[in-house]
């Protein structure tokens, strides 16, 4: 996730949002930011974009807590840790309130903003030292809580009343303070205008270096409130103060500006600006009226004035030339452009049927000509294709026509024909030809893994039985694991290889990895993955303490059966195939010891084969030996020293496995009924009724 720009709570709101978890960000979060979010988990993201912007967070219940403001108590000590960065005191204050338990009175705080880092230290002497460089306020440690208290200092008075601070004269309001409190102006305000006003802020202000000359009452009411974070609203002629925040008032300074562009398109602007000059919060595109409107501080939108400017000044030198369509709409238009026109810039206009175009001299009148040779009543005819896509046909145009006789649309299905009656002529009967339909291959694929071990024996019996009538059952248990296949083992392999599969599997001595079937055109790759995907935290070694650490980053082991096929039709029914099998297996996790990643075998086989439709194509030696140890203990009597080996025995098992491929590629024919496992079993019983043979 990239942010260019962009408010931090904003940030913070659409990580939570995409991640699905909670992030609160407090009144000390605010400006702006720019990062780039890499692969990695929630909690590292935060740590390393949150310290870039001076800010703390902290998990609790599920929710992420961000701040700038880390205060951290130990009950059982009374020590407070606090971490704090360009905060102003009352907020400091509060936090450390909420975080001890305790009240913490304060006078007016000064607004100067402050850096505190204190560790494991008294409570009061964390409040002093955040009040230290401020002579003029006192801390008192007091039984059930603390007091920041403002007192006079030398050469500076306390803060003075309104009475002789406030003048009004031919109702106009001055006032001039180096220090004064909030509530003593409203009243001096409010008393002299005659009016009423109801107090909705919390707590008091001390405004100092206060100075402004014949405002009116609502202009100095204002400028007032301002200073002291608050705003005024007015219901029935009474005048209602509330508290707002910096940004609120902020928003009042923003500067609009309406900015009409001559010589480019409003749409192009967004993506010519340079990185970081402007963010979406501050402009708006006007498509109507090709204009944009800017909205922010004037430091803001000074700079983005002034790089439209110029601009627009560099496009007075470009060829931009506007066209009118008569019969076709733009979009129409662009879906006929032929490739050389495809690339050029076109921006669409209000009306469907205007354009604008931005190019060289010679690419815009070539542009003009091509769309006056479309845009004509009842020209063109379209030309649907069934089978084949027009960027095929192209690609291979027939001998009677050429290329300037066919306008690529944007449906891959339908192409426009501008040449003459016979040229259209000539060419459906060469469609009749080329517009068929693709040979598709059906592969049936069969996967045996068999295994042989060294403490097994391996048999099988064949001998001849009378088969009687109503014996459907014995040719059931016979052949009952091959009966739900979907490759027909009997027709392809025959009853021996047949039997002897279904016996083996009986016996445990195979198994059935894999039986699906797949259908692709001719030259298409197409593939088979049967596969166990293994996720697991990249380690890396502490060098100073030799333990094994993660670095965050996630990695994937995948291991399991690959196959791919790639066939395609060649003359007498015959089909070609490059067909890759791999065969991976992975051992052992040792990257929480060693750091490294479990290791993996892995059997690659790639051939190229040819064979008729229905001939099958097996592929072996893809082998694997295993060996097991089975160690076999008698409880308590094999703890006995020397003794226990007397009732310990020791089993090794030597296993041999070797995967087979079986594949039979058929040419897909639509009319071909397809054959069902009932009718599988039936042919299955008939043919050995007829024969009264049975195979055991």
């Given at each position: 996730m990239e942010f260019v720009n962009q408010s931090i709570k904003d940030i913070l709101f659409t990580l939570a949002q995409t991640i699905g978890t909670s992030i609160i960000a407090d009144d000390t979060v605010e400006g702006q930011a720019s990062y780039h979010f890499s692969d990695t988990n929630l909690d590292i993201a935060l740590e390393h974009f949150l310290s870039h912007y001076d800010l703390y967070f902290w998990k609790k219940d599920g929710i992420y807590y961000v701040s700038k403001v880390m205060v951290k108590y130990n009950e059982n000590t009374g020590a407070l840790t606090l971490f704090a960065k360009d905060v102003e005191p009352r907020l400091i204050f509060e936090k450390i309130s909420k975080e001890i338990k305790s009240t913490i009175l304060f006078d007016a705080l000064p607004r100067e903003r402050l850096t505190v880092n204190a560790d494991g230290l008294p409570v009061g002497q964390v409040i002093e030292?955040?009040?230290?460089?401020?002579?003029?306020?006192?801390?008192?440690?007091?039984?059930?809580?603390?007091?920041?208290?403002?007192?006079?200092s030398e050469g500076r008075s306390s803060p003075r009343g309104a009475a002789d601070t406030i003048t009004e004269e031919n109702g106009l309001f001055s006032i001039s303070a180096d220090s004064i409190r909030l509530t003593d102006v409203l009243s001096k305000l409010f008393s002299e205008s005659g009016t009423e006003y109801s107090m909705m802020k919390r707590g008091d202000f001390v405004l100092e270096n206060i100075h402004f000359k014949d405002k009116s009452f609502d202009e100095l009411l204002r400028l007032v409130l301002e200073l002291s974070d608050g705003d005024f609203t007015v219901r029935n002629h009474i005048y209602y103060i509330f508290d707002v925040s910096k940004n609120e008032i902020m928003k009042k300074m923003d500067d609009i500006a309406f900015v009409k562009l001559n010589n480019i398109p409003v749409e192009l602007l967004p993506s010519l600006f340079p990185a970081g000059l402007a963010s979406s919060s501050i402009f708006k595109i006007d498509k109507d009226n090709n204009a944009i409107i800017l909205s922010g501080t004037y430091e803001e939108t000074t700079p983005v004035r002034e790089f439209i400017t110029k601009l627009e000044a560099e496009y007075e030198d470009k060829q931009v030339s506007k066209l009118d369509l008569s019969f076709l709409t733009v979009d129409e238009l662009l879906k006929l452009l032929p490739a050389r026109l495809q690339k050029l810039q076109v921006f669409r206009t209000g009306n469907q049927r205007t354009l604008i175009l931005e190019a060289t001299e010679e690419q815009i009148d070539d542009f003009i000509s091509f769309a006056h040779m479309m845009d004509i009543h009842g020209g063109g005819l379209a030309v649907p294709l069934k089978y084949i896509r027009a960027e095929d046909l192209l690609k291979n145009i027939p001998p009677s026509i050429s290329e300037n006789d066919i306008v690529k649309s944007a449906d891959p299905n339908l192409i426009f024909f501008k040449g003459s009656k016979e040229k259209l002529d000539l060419f459906l009967k060469d469609l009749e030809y080329i517009d068929k339909p693709i040979s598709q291959i059906r592969y049936e694929l069969l996967i045996v893994q068999y295994q042989e071990s060294k403490n097994k024996e391996f048999g099988i019996t064949i001998g001849n039985e009378i088969m009687q009538e109503g014996a459907q059952t014995s040719i059931l248990g016979t052949l009952g694991n091959l009966i739900n296949l979907n490759l027909d083992i009997v027709s392809t392999f025959g009853y021996l290889f047949a039997i002897d599969l279904n016996a083996k599997i009986s016996d445990s001595e195979a198994r059935i990895m894999a039986d699906t079937t797949l259908n692709g055109l001719t030259g298409e790759d197409i593939s088979f993955q049967n596969t166990?995907?293994?996720?697991?935290?990249?380690?890396?070694?502490?060098?100073?303490?030799?333990?094994?650490?993660?670095?965050?980053?996630?990695?994937?082991?995948?291991?399991?059966?690959i196959v791919s096929i790639n066939g395609w039709v060649s003359g007498d029914d015959m089909i070609t195939m490059d067909i890759k099998s791999t065969v991976s297996k992975r051992g052992a996790d040792v990257s929480s010891s060693t750091g490294n990643p479990p290791p993996t075998s892995e059997k690659v086989i790639s051939t190229h084969v040819r064979t008729p439709s229905g001939k099958p194509v097996i592929i072996s030696g893809l082998l694997q030996q295993e060996r097991d140890v089975i160690l076999q203990k008698t409880p308590f009597l094999s703890s006995i020293p020397l003794l226990g080996w007397l009732f310990t025995s020791e089993v090794e098992t030597s296993t041999n496995t070797e995967?087979?491929?079986?594949?039979?590629?058929?040419?897909?024919?639509?009319?071909?009924?397809?054959?069902?496992?009932?009718?599988?079993?039936?042919e299955y019983y008939e043919n050995f009724f007829q024969e009264k043979t049975v195979w055991n």
């Open positions: 030292i955040v009040m230290h460089r401020f002579n003029d306020y006192e801390v008192e440690d007091l039984e059930d809580y603390y007091y920041v208290k403002k007192r006079p166990n995907t293994y996720r697991y935290r990249d380690m890396e070694i502490d060098p100073d303490t030799g333990e094994a650490q993660s670095t965050g980053v996630t990695r994937e082991i995948t291991s399991g059966l995967m087979i491929i079986y594949i039979v590629p058929y040419i897909e024919y639509p009319e071909r009924e397809r054959i069902t496992g009932d009718k599988i079993f039936k």
